[in-house]
């Protein structure tokens, strides 16, 4: 139980500098996850693609003028939505574990 413990606070120290909070135990349990664990900054949407496959869905940011891909991630019958933002080259600038409708609700509020 303490290792867990500190593997939680050692996560939530990590993330904590994002201007938004996210779970950390959804990192724990979604780690492994292509989307979460090789999608980088920069990538192309083609290249999300092939990590991730196709989203669920794709919607225009209409703060930042890119797009963004709603995923739904499930591990062990546990489903946690998941996005992947695109800046207007078509470029990764962003990805957490909430929906696209989230982050941009997130987005107009800085």
């Known amino acids: 139980m303490y290792k ?3 593997a939680v606070l050692a996560v939530a120290a990590t993330i904590s500098g994002c201007s938004t909070f996210e779970n950390p135990t959804d990192y724990v ?9 090789q999608v980088d ?10 990590l991730g ?19 739904v991630l499930n591990v062990d019958g546990v489903e946690q939505p998941y996005y992947v933002n ?9 990805k957490g574990f909430m929906s696209c409708a989230q982050h941009q609700e997130n987005q107009r509020r800085l």
């Open 4 to 6: 867990h413990s500190l």
């Open 29 to 37: 349990t979604f780690h492994n996850e292509p989307l979460v664990k």
């Open 41 to 50: 900054h920069g990538m192309t949407q083609d290249q999300v693609r092939t």
């Open 53 to 71: 496959g196709p989203p669920s869905s794709e919607v225009r940011n209409n703060v930042t003028g890119g797009t963004c891909n709603n995923y």
């Open 86 to 94: 695109f800046d207007v080259n078509g470029r990764v600038d962003s």
